[in-house]
Structures are given as structure tokens and as C-alpha cells.
């Protein structure tokens, strides 16, 4: 990653954004009433109707990218979610010892779930996605609860929220932020020092369509997160869930730009995003996998503008 300086001012905030990796394992552990819940109609996608192809190369890829993160080390990892397949143990450890989380060489990072790492409400309360990524989970937070928690970079609040919810049936993948949590964020952005904040989640504001998601495939109270967001002056919103990456500078369902990092890991869409930011300049690279030389190279540029109207209304300054 460039850094980029400007005269007279502070060095860019450099972040690595990457999301829906889908690491698996073997074995991967079944227990009998595993059988009875989604994973089994879920792991007869995966094994036989093509996901498992889609992601047949995801331990090479990703372990591209972590010597991609530790040749050009970002001031902060952002990861949206989606670590494993099917939400087993065995493939959160695969998956964060790939992603080199907790490792004495760990680069310092920011990570939420993604549905698939609440597989199933079992899945959900065992906290095994919390206790594997737990190092990148450390921040500030409202009386000790898990989620939302807010790590600071420069001047810039990376705000995390949990936007995924176990599912019992087979054909849902939606999630949604419960009230609590609502509260607790609102409260949060509220008492953050000034600097602009970005919001971190699993789910997307809008499709690359910029049409909205199905709610069996979406964040079923959107409007409810993106009114708290936007009243605390979230900025920009980052995000997984779709595996093709894509950014809306004005979404009609947000009054800040979206950025969707897609899938890091999957065949033939294979990237993340590097951004810098300075003062409200947003400028960003995206970096693909290519499979002849086994390498992430830089595939294009965009930028965006973060609304510094929002940041400051809701930031003033001393
Ligand atoms: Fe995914
Ligand atoms: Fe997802």
C-alpha cells in the first residue's frame, strides 16, 4: 500500500478491507443433531451443488493475502464476515489461522460475523466466531457488551456492529440488529471523541443493482440501522454478503456511500480493497488474486468523498 501525504498534513489512514473468505475444514466435525438442523441441507450446497468448487482454492488465495497484508501492513484489518462455510469449529480455527489472527505476527484488526458464521442459532450462542477473532475485537464498547465496539485508527472510528442472527430455516440467510444492541449504538457514536466514523457490518445497504436485497437474504430492519448510523455520523459503510465487490457513493437507501468488499477467497472473484483516507478523501485500490503468478495485483482505482457535513454535525470539535 502507497501511503499518501499531503502538505502540511497527517499521513492517510491506510485500511485493508476483506470479507467472505468461507474457509473449511476436514473433518468438520458432525454431531448427531447437526443432522437436523439447516447444516445438513446446507452442507449438501456446499459439497455437491457447486459452493464447494467455488471455493476449491480458498486456502491458496488466502494465503496470498496474508503475504499480500504483511508485505504492504495496513493500519487496520477490516474483515465483514463470513469466515467459514457451515460455522464448525474446526473451520474457525482454519480460518483464523489463515487470516494469522492471535498469531505473534498478527497484524492489529476489526471483524464481525458474517451468517454463515452463525449457522445456526446454536451456532450463534456458542461464541465461537467471538472466541476465535476475539483479538480482533478488542475496542471500546457500552457496559462490556460484545457488540457494538468501536477501534480507533488516526482520527478515524472504525465502528463494528453484528448485524447476523442463527436461523432455524434451510432458505434463510437474513439477519437483522436488535434493539439492544440499536441502543447501545446510538449511545456509542454519541460518546466517541470527534473523527469520522465508519460503520463495519456483514450486510449490504442496497444490491450493486442499488435495488434493496431480499429480506430472506438481507438485513431485515435496514432502515432501523442506517437511521442510527446516519443520526450518529457514520460516514461510510463497509460491508460483505454479496462475493462480487461493488461501491455506491449514494445508495437511495443510505445517506453516506456503501463500499461491499466481495468475497476474497471465491474463484474468479477473488480481491479486496486497500482505502486510504485523508481529511474526507477516500481514495481506493483494489487488489485480485491472479492464479499464474499466485500474487494479488492492483486491478483499479475509485474514490469517494465522505460527507464531511455528517462527520461534523454529529462531530463538532472542541
Ligand atoms: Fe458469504
Ligand atoms: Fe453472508
Redesign the pocket.
Same mark, same amino acid.
Given at each position: 500500500m502507497n501511503p499518501t501525504h499531503r502538505a502540511n498534513a497527517a499521513p492517510a489512514v491506510r485500511l485493508a478491507h476483506l470479507s *467472505?473468505v &468461507?474457509i473449511t475444514a476436514r473433518p468438520l466435525g458432525w454431531r448427531r443433531p447437526d443432522w437436523f438442523t439447516k447444516r445438513f441441507p446446507g452442507w449438501i450446497n456446499y459439497r455437491w451443488l457447486g459452493r464447494a468448487h467455488r471455493f476449491r482454492r480458498a486456502d491458496e488465495v488466502l494465503a496470498a493475502l496474508l503475504t499480500d497484508l504483511r508485505a504492504r501492513p495496513p493500519d487496520r484489518v477490516i474483515f465483514s464476515g *463470513?469466515a467459514t462455510a457451515l460455522g464448525f469449529e474446526a473451520e474457525f480455527v482454519r480460518a483464523a489461522l489463515l487470516l494469522g489472527v492471535g498469531s505473534p505476527e498478527a497484524l492489529p484488526g476489526l471483524a464481525v460475523p #458474517?451468517n /454463515?458464521d452463525y449457522y445456526t442459532p446454536a451456532v450463534q450462542r456458542s461464541g465461537l466466531f467471538e472466541r476465535y477473532f476475539a483479538p480482533w475485537q478488542t475496542g471500546e464498547r457500552i457496559d462490556g457488551t460484545t457488540y457494538p465496539f468501536a477501534q480507533r485508527v488516526g482520527p478515524v472510528w472504525l465502528v463494528a456492529v453484528n448485524s447476523c442472527t442463527g436461523n432455524r430455516a434451510p432458505w434463510d440467510a437474513g439477519g437483522s440488529v436488535d434493539a439492544p444492541q440499536l441502543e447501545r449504538l446510538g449511545l456509542l457514536l454519541e460518546r466517541l471523541e470527534p473523527g469520522p466514523r465508519i460503520l463495519v457490518t456483514h450486510y449490504p445497504v442496497a444490491l450493486s443493482s442499488g435495488q434493496k436485497e431480499r429480506r430472506t437474504h438481507g438485513l431485515r430492519n435496514l432502515t432501523d440501522l442506517v437511521r442510527v448510523a446516519a443520526r450518529g455520523g457514520v460516514c461510510l459503510w463497509l460491508h #460483505? /454478503?454479496r &462475493?462480487g465487490p461493488y461501491c455506491l457513493p449514494s445508495p437511495s437507501f443510505a445517506p453516506f456511500p456503501v463500499i461491499c468488499a466481495g468475497?476474497a477467497t471465491q474463484y474468479g472473484l477473488w480481491s479486496y480493497n486497500e482505502y486510504a483516507i485523508a481529511g474526507s478523501r477516500l481514495e481506493a485500490t483494489r487488489r485480485v488474486y491472479a492464479p499464474g503468478t499466485r500474487r494479488f495485483e492492483d486491478a483499479g482505482t475509485f474514490e469517494l468523498s465522505l460527507n464531511p457535513s455528517v462527520a461534523e454535525a454529529a462531530n463538532p470539535g472542541p
Open positions: *467472505d &468461507h *463470513d #458474517g /454463515h #460483505g /454478503h &462475493h468475497s
